[in-house]
């Protein structure tokens, strides 16, 4: 079984810049995509960012050049550094990964959500 767990959340100014991590644990074979999706209040699931175990990154137009993610293979972990947050960044943020197991079978997970609030 596979879990994954975020960290990094909280209440920053306009302006200011938050870290998020997830580490992925259990039985893992490998791991493919790693991304990061937010889910503000009455609003769908949106893709913020992803990135594929080779490093090929992938951007919301409305993060770029704000958001960068990345990812440590060897901890099984993706970050997103967010700088220049706005209110509008406000929102529940979801880590995303697809695996792949020793029968060659793929599978999604989903982290349990932190919060991001942007506000004075």
């Known amino acids: 079984q596979v879990q994954l767990v975020e960290s990094g959340g909280g209440l920053v100014q306009p302006g200011g810049s938050l870290k998020l991590s997830c580490a992925a644990s259990g039985s893992i074979f490998a791991i493919n995509t790693m991304a990061w999706y937010r889910q503000a209040p009455g609003e769908e699931r949106g893709l913020v960012a992803s990135i594929t175990s080779g490093g090929t990154t992938d951007y919301a137009d409305s993060v770029k050049g704000r958001f960068t993610i990345s990812r440590d293979n060897a901890e099984n972990t993706v970050y997103l550094q967010m700088n220049s947050l706005k209110p509008e960044d406000t929102a529940v943020y979801y880590c995303?990964?697809?695996?792949?197991?020793?029968?060659?079978?793929?599978?999604?997970?989903w982290g349990q959500g932190t919060q991001v609030t942007v506000s004075s």
């Open positions: 995303y990964a697809h695996f792949s197991n020793w029968y060659g079978l793929t599978y999604d997970d």
